[in-house]
């Protein structure tokens, strides 16, 4: 692994830093939007020695590692010189699907298994973990793959995580357009398109997540449940019947305790 100039890094991050400060902010930092932040361990060590200092001199804030990793990938955390800071100034978010989608549609990713095994290693290491269960794919039978995804999480492995985001498969256009496999587009016939991209149609997704929301809660979760990137009347409409907190303020989002958020 080649780093330019991890100088610039720790520079560029302390100003950004101290501007959060003087404005009063408390940033969470997102690793995990566009790559796996844990996919190279190599890297996820190189980033947790690099950044550590500059987030011990700006305590306020904190860094989001969003992973479809495994417990191979998750042990760069796991240094006994290192442990008591990561874990107080990293939050670690799994993204988990049922094995059979994980074997057609995350190819190279970590089994589902090795993904729970992980969160729960880190959740008794004192980790802040996040779960967040995306894309969702309605392949025939999804329900069931999806109960017993949920039923793994909470009752079998144990997982108590900060937070849940929910969110469905998402066509953005270059994927759409460049993608080798085309069977997955399947499931955008009458989609709707979002400024997120195509969606799976309307009535179809409310399904999902109802079901979904109602199975996280009777395995007896109890703590905050978000949609990920989804349209306000979406979010309405299952706020109508009881299932989820009104996110908020149009542009503010004050009550949305998604992945993503502090």
Not at 68 to 88: F, M, N, Q, W
Not at 175 to 188: G, H, P, S, V
Not at 220 to 241: F, H, N, Q
Request: hydrophobic share 40%.
């Amino acid at each position: 692994m080649k780093v330019e100039n991890p100088a610039e890094l720790v520079n560029e991050l302390g100003r950004f830093l101290d501007w959060a400060d003087s404005e009063g902010l408390r940033l969470l930092l997102n690793a995990g939007e566009l790559a796996d932040s844990l996919a190279i361990p190599e890297w996820t060590s190189f980033l947790i020695e690099t950044v550590l200092p500059v987030l011990k001199a700006h305590r306020n804030h904190r860094v989001l590692l969003l992973t479809k990793g495994g417990v191979k990938h998750a042990e760069p955390l796991l240094k006994d010189e290192l442990i008591h800071d990561v874990r107080r100034f990293f939050i670690v978010g799994f993204s988990v699907n049922p094995e059979r989608i994980v074997e057609r549609y995350e190819r190279g990713t970590a089994r589902s298994e090795s993904r729970l095994r992980a969160a729960k290693m880190l959740q008794e290491k004192g980790f802040t973990v996040r779960i967040r269960i995306d894309p969702i794919i309605p392949v025939s039978g999804w329900r069931v793959d999806y109960a017993i995804l949920i039923r793994r999480i909470f009752i079998d492995y144990g997982l108590k995580p900060e937070r849940i985001t929910i969110g469905s498969l998402r066509g953005l256009r270059k994927t759409l357009n460049f993608a080798r496999e085309n069977d997955w587009k399947e499931y955008f016939w009458r989609g709707e398109k979002t400024r997120w991209g195509l969606k799976i149609e309307r009535d179809l997704r409310a399904e999902i997540y109802i079901f979904v929301v109602k199975k996280i809660r009777e395995a007896g979760y109890s703590g905050p449940i978000a949609l990920c990137k989804e349209t306000l009347d979406m979010w309405e409409r299952l706020v109508g019947l009881n299932l989820l907190c009104h996110p908020g303020t149009s542009g503010i989002w004050e009550n949305m305790r998604c992945n993503c958020k502090f």
